[in-house]
């Protein structure tokens, strides 16, 4: 298996794979500021919940790098960061988690750096920076730890000789590596138990074609695309087995957000009786919003819609919408596959009684 | 109303506005022979079942005046035509009913054709011509005057402020003018009903966003570009009030194959008790087909899926199913909406009690 890293800290840079690009082109664009990296997780150079979550980690690396910098040359690393600083982060992280409101990891993965800093109040300079650094590279390493842990978990639940339908791209590239729906269907492809992949295009940006396809072609798993309103054909002649996605956020009744053209999947695998599966780390979990109508949905600019690739696709003048998400209720949801284990027809005692660590089978 | 004429019969040709330019050229192809119309209806130059079937009638007009123009020049046209003529329309029939499998109105066009030529056995060449293209335009007038009768019929469902939801272009570029599903909205909008309409965008080909948003807008009907994947998002936050589709076949128990995507939003809708209407005319009914599995359902190139306008959308090597059409339950149908009546809650009983003639409600 050929590496995918979508994201490589080198030298105090954070470098994200341009998922704008692929699959033609596979560049890095490098982030030396917060607000370099804000534009970038804007603009879905970085995309997918635990990958941003991951990307923001390092962001508040970046940002506090940038707040020291620009003190008096003569401070002393050993010395500890003057007030300016502890309120200088708490502003980054604010502005980090206000550049897409859905995915909660971003918001986890900037309270988890705001955590680990508020651990270190008297510390000298450079003893906090280490800290932080160390605390992304963290966050870093347990993603792709979490993911092949969801793999694990989730490919016990795939028959032999499966075709599984995926949408949007839950993979290496949306976290640290591996995936999560995508490290599903890598550890039951493994195992000899999927047989094909149905990947939905994902309009309008178009995950499924450019990165799911591109990231299952890399490893020999065989794939197909289909439009995405294409689904229902083949779930209602009976040549899906199971549906697998990712999550931008679950709420603690189990709703949970994803891409655009999920919930109709959902709704169709309820009346064909196919299973339908999150694959999601307990990162993307949000107790505090108690259902999906608490997520706040992100509705992006009309143009991904009606222009692609710079080519208008409507008449002139055409408007549009274009939410980016939308919310599948916790009772179309056969099971979320965490990293901790497996949550059967998912309710808030459930996902909170995981939190606390049991492993748990329905 | 600025005229939307998507066929035009003039001095022996069918001028068909090229569909795959649209909305950025509007451009005539000229057909002078049932082999170039053939190619017309597979690359989807003239796309829509009406329009398909009146092209198909017109189709026959060219197939007798090319085989008679291939004859020895002295043919008089007042001698009744020799077998070979026969046959060579029988021939001609199939071969354009094989164009495309599942729209039912290419067969009801040809057929409808071949029952007039039948009538006309002993008749002269020249008065066989005439025959054949007054009943090819009776056949053109008709059906824009069956599709004012659905917009009629259809307008009185629609409550006042309603916004709909529909998908592909079931309008006067899928008919011989006025439309099926956009007939409706037409009628209801000139009466004040339509707020607003959310349209499909309908990937693969884009039908929605090149088609319906032109139409809709040359009449300043307002009109949303959607995503396919974003209808459970509006419908599921009660912004959509009904949802109104056209139909490629309409089987006898009142299953309906139509425009891939179309089977979800009937199945939203169910889930979100908002009404889901078919808009089709008669032609469109195929008493022989006893149930939606006995449609055949077109798989087109993938090429569709995997590029766009010329350019590449998945990574090299990728492969793509695309099924053009997909079929309703007639359970998840509130009512068929054609030009002799309304058929709620359709079944056998039903749509055979329409075709003898009786207005229905139901």
């Not at 508020?118 to 003893?127: D, M, V, Y």
Request: proline share 5%.
């Amino acid at each position: 298996m050929e590496e995918i890293r979508p994201i490589i800290w080198e030298d105090g840079v954070l470098k994200l794979l341009d998922q704008r690009l692929l699959p033609e082109e596979e560049r890095y664009l490098a982030c030396s500021t917060p607000d370099e990296l804000r534009d970038c997780i804007k603009d879905m150079v970085v995309r997918g919940a635990p990958a941003i979550g991951v990307s923001a980690a390092f962001g508040m690396v970046l940002a506090a790098r940038n707040y020291l910098d620009r003190l008096p040359v003569n401070l002393e690393e050993d010395n500890a960061p003057q007030e300016g600083f502890w309120q200088a982060m708490e502003e980054a992280g604010t502005k980090l988690k206000a550049s897409r409101p859905t995915a909660v990891n971003l918001s986890w993965g900037v309270d988890r750096m705001l955590r680990k800093l508020s651990e270190a109040k008297r510390a000298p300079t450079g003893t906090v920076l280490q800290l932080l650094e160390a605390e992304a590279l963290g966050i870093y390493e347990e993603d792709i730890e979490t993911n092949k842990q969801i793999g694990a978990n989730g490919a016990a639940l795939i028959a032999e000789g499966s075709t599984l339908l995926t949408h949007c791209n839950a993979g290496a590239l949306a976290t640290a590596g591996y995936g999560t729906a995508l490290g599903v269907i890598r550890s039951a492809f493994q195992q000899g138990r999927v047989k094909n992949v149905l990947a939905g295009e994902t309009r309008p940006l178009l995950q499924g074609s450019r990165l799911t396809c591109w990231e299952l072609q890399k490893e020999g798993i065989p794939v197909q695309l289909i439009a995405d309103g294409a689904a229902g054909f083949f779930i209602s002649r009976g040549e899906v087995d199971g549906i697998i996605t990712g999550a931008d956020r679950v709420a603690a009744n189990g709703d949970a957000a994803n891409k655009i053209g999920t919930y109709p999947l959902a709704l169709l695998a309820g009346e064909h009786n196919i299973p339908f599966y999150v694959a999601a780390p307990l990162s993307t979990v949000d107790l505090s919003a108690g259902t999906g109508w608490d997520i706040e949905i992100e509705e992006r600019d009309g143009k991904e819609v009606l222009s692609l690739g710079g080519r208008r696709l409507a008449p002139e003048g055409a408007s549009a919408r274009n939410p980016a998400f939308d919310v599948t209720p916790a009772g179309l949801i056969t099971a979320v596959i965490t990293e901790k284990g497996v949550i059967f027809s998912p309710n808030e005692k459930k996902l909170i009684r995981m939190f606390e660590g049991g492993v748990q089978r329905g």
